[in-house]
């Protein structure tokens, strides 16, 4: 990452940015932050050889909440990584007692000020998934050995160009830390804005990348709700969206808190792809929320099934438990072939799983998958299937044995409201997903001495 000194090519004279904004006049100005206020403004032809004229001017307020670090964060971030759905940097003035920031400008402003618009559902579905692009970049694309942390997602500050494509922004809080672990967590001094941050982060202090995650999930919903994360003239449940989305979804009754412009466009798959990986992006537990690939895979899927892509897509929805223990496995549904039986090796973890299908030939068992090693001396449990039986939501927990992070329990439901299990010991680490009958394609996951690792196929139709 450049340091300051590296910089010195980006720094235009205090004069051009005053002649820019006509001196920082109200007929300039274009918003207010954390940081200061934002002036839109164009450059004089001398400063804007080889950059853009129309600029965004964001002025420091040195008596603000944010000083010098957020300064040359913001700098630094934004000359070391570029990405199209990244705000682009020009440059910056620190001349005196003055601290600007200037960018190109994004003509339509911040997605906050879009919320409650007649925007189609097809345009807020590509916003989202231009900033889930922008943010899965910055978690996994940024540079080798290392993430970036935003630490301060939401709507406001999702800037949107003349084409309606997102572009994150505001990196002055952003944090740095390693991929070389599973969950990056850093120990920091909570930061971020109310009705958006992570409760878990805020509460201990520790920051990971499922902290931005979180917040994210707090943006899908207002895109899909029309509404912003606090609405100050609720003084109950209703206050905060986060609280209110999760109970409508589990409730199934998220119809009653989607904008109605939104609520007459949406396809019914293309809301529940949508609403299953916001609902997973807003889970309590931080190793149960999506990576951002993963988001970015359901919204262009939830995308495609709205605009009518003539296809039967199945998707992976997961993985909980360890992503690096054991080898790779796969039991996955043709569309021929129902899930008969499920058989079930466990005692305090789930040592191994196996399946038997069946389809006009007879009965078909799948390979064990997990119990290697001679690892199977536990309980061994069947769970039998009615011909119209399926498979509507998976409950489970996560463990460690061994030092190795293991599937503990496991609870299935069915179509004909049953709750099969627990079968393992439960432990605090939770997981579940529900999903609608007809979309269960199967498991996928990691397994060796025990099940290290457990996800499932779903497929959407349309």
Same mark, same amino acid.
């Given at each position: 990452m450049a340091s300051i000194r590296e910089l010195d090519h980006l720094k235009i004279p205090l004069k051009d940015i005053k002649l820019a904004t006509n001196n920082f006049s109200d007929s300039n100005f274009i918003g207010q932050g954390g940081f200061g206020r934002v002036y839109k403004g164009q450059l004089p032809l001398s400063a804007s050889s080889t950059k853009p004229d129309r600029v965004a001017v964001k002025r420091l307020d040195v008596k603000g909440g944010q000083g010098q670090h957020e300064f040359l964060m913001e700098i630094v971030m934004?000359?070391?990584? @570029?990405?199209? !759905?990244?705000?682009?940097?020009?440059? /910056?003035? *620190?001349?005196?007692? &003055? @601290?600007?920031?200037?960018? =190109?400008? &994004?003509?339509?402003?911040?997605?906050? =000020?879009?919320?409650?618009?007649?925007?189609?559902w097809v345009q807020r579905l590509q916003i989202c998934l231009g900033a889930a692009r922008g943010l899965n970049y910055l978690h996994d694309g940024a540079g080798e050995g290392h993430r970036v942390l935003h630490r301060d997602i939401k709507s406001s500050n999702i800037l949107l160009d003349e084409n309606w494509e997102a572009k994150v922004s505001d990196f002055g809080l952003s944090k740095?830390?390693? #991929? !070389?672990? *599973?969950?990056?967590?850093?120990?920091? #001094?909570?930061?971020g804005t109310y009705g958006y941050a992570d409760p878990q982060y805020v509460s201990t202090g520790v920051l990971t990348k499922e902290s931005d995650v979180y917040s994210f999930g707090v943006v899908l919903f207002e895109v899909l709700c029309g509404r912003l994360a606090? !609405?100050? @003239?609720?003084?109950?449940?209703?206050? /905060?969206l986060a609280h209110l989305a999760k109970v409508h979804y589990e409730e199934g009754k998220l119809d009653e808190i989607i904008i109605p412009n939104v609520r007459k466009q949406i396809k019914p798959d293309s809301l529940q792809t949508f609403s299953r990986i916001a609902y997973q992006c807003l889970e309590s537990e931080r190793k149960q929320r999506p990576r951002m690939a993963v988001i970015v *895979?359901?919204?262009?899927?939830?995308?495609?099934?709205?605009? $009518?892509? !003539?296809?039967?897509?199945?998707?992976?929805?997961?993985l909980w438990g360890s992503s690096t223990g054991g080898s790779p496995w796969s039991f996955k549904l043709e569309g021929h072939q129902r899930l008969r039986k499920i058989m079930i090796d466990h005692n305090n973890w789930i040592y191994s799983m196996s399946f038997t299908t069946e389809d006009l030939s007879g009965q078909h068992p799948s390979p064990t998958h997990g119990g290697t090693g001679g690892r199977s001396k536990g309980e061994i449990s069947e769970i039998n299937f009615d011909t119209d039986e399926e498979i509507t939501g998976i409950l489970g927990t996560i463990g460690v044995t061994a030092s190795m992070t293991v599937i503990s329990s496991l609870t299935f439901k069915t179509n004909k409201k049953n709750i099969i299990g627990p079968f393992? =010991? *439960?432990?605090?680490?939770? /997981?579940?997903?529900?999903?609608?009958? $007809?979309?269960?394609? $199967? /498991?996928? $996951?990691?397994?060796?001495s025990y099940l290290d690792g457990l996800g499932c196929y779903l497929k959407a139709t349309i």
């Amino acid at each position: 990452m450049a340091s300051i000194r590296e910089l010195d090519h980006l720094k235009i004279p205090l004069k051009d940015i005053k002649l820019a904004t006509n001196n920082f006049s109200d007929s300039n100005f274009i918003g207010q932050g954390g940081f200061g206020r934002v002036y839109k403004g164009q450059l004089p032809l001398s400063a804007s050889s080889t950059k853009p004229d129309r600029v965004a001017v964001k002025r420091l307020d040195v008596k603000g909440g944010q000083g010098q670090h957020e300064f040359l964060m913001e700098i630094v971030m934004l000359s070391s990584y @570029k990405h199209d !759905n990244l705000v682009s940097l020009v440059g /910056f003035s *620190e001349e005196g007692n &003055e @601290k600007i920031i200037v960018y =190109k400008h &994004e003509v339509r402003g911040s997605l906050d =000020k879009y919320l409650t618009t007649d925007l189609t559902w097809v345009q807020r579905l590509q916003i989202c998934l231009g900033a889930a692009r922008g943010l899965n970049y910055l978690h996994d694309g940024a540079g080798e050995g290392h993430r970036v942390l935003h630490r301060d997602i939401k709507s406001s500050n999702i800037l949107l160009d003349e084409n309606w494509e997102a572009k994150v922004s505001d990196f002055g809080l952003s944090k740095i830390g390693p #991929t !070389n672990q *599973e969950f990056t967590f850093l120990v920091t #001094t909570a930061a971020g804005t109310y009705g958006y941050a992570d409760p878990q982060y805020v509460s201990t202090g520790v920051l990971t990348k499922e902290s931005d995650v979180y917040s994210f999930g707090v943006v899908l919903f207002e895109v899909l709700c029309g509404r912003l994360a606090m !609405n100050g @003239k609720y003084d109950d449940e209703r206050r /905060f969206l986060a609280h209110l989305a999760k109970v409508h979804y589990e409730e199934g009754k998220l119809d009653e808190i989607i904008i109605p412009n939104v609520r007459k466009q949406i396809k019914p798959d293309s809301l529940q792809t949508f609403s299953r990986i916001a609902y997973q992006c807003l889970e309590s537990e931080r190793k149960q929320r999506p990576r951002m690939a993963v988001i970015v *895979e359901q919204l262009q899927i939830s995308l495609e099934l709205q605009i $009518g892509c !003539n296809c039967r897509r199945i998707t992976r929805i997961g993985l909980w438990g360890s992503s690096t223990g054991g080898s790779p496995w796969s039991f996955k549904l043709e569309g021929h072939q129902r899930l008969r039986k499920i058989m079930i090796d466990h005692n305090n973890w789930i040592y191994s799983m196996s399946f038997t299908t069946e389809d006009l030939s007879g009965q078909h068992p799948s390979p064990t998958h997990g119990g290697t090693g001679g690892r199977s001396k536990g309980e061994i449990s069947e769970i039998n299937f009615d011909t119209d039986e399926e498979i509507t939501g998976i409950l489970g927990t996560i463990g460690v044995t061994a030092s190795m992070t293991v599937i503990s329990s496991l609870t299935f439901k069915t179509n004909k409201k049953n709750i099969i299990g627990p079968f393992g =010991k *439960e432990t605090r680490d939770r /997981f579940s997903v529900p999903w609608d009958a $007809g979309s269960f394609a $199967g /498991f996928y $996951g990691r397994a060796g001495s025990y099940l290290d690792g457990l996800g499932c196929y779903l497929k959407a139709t349309i």
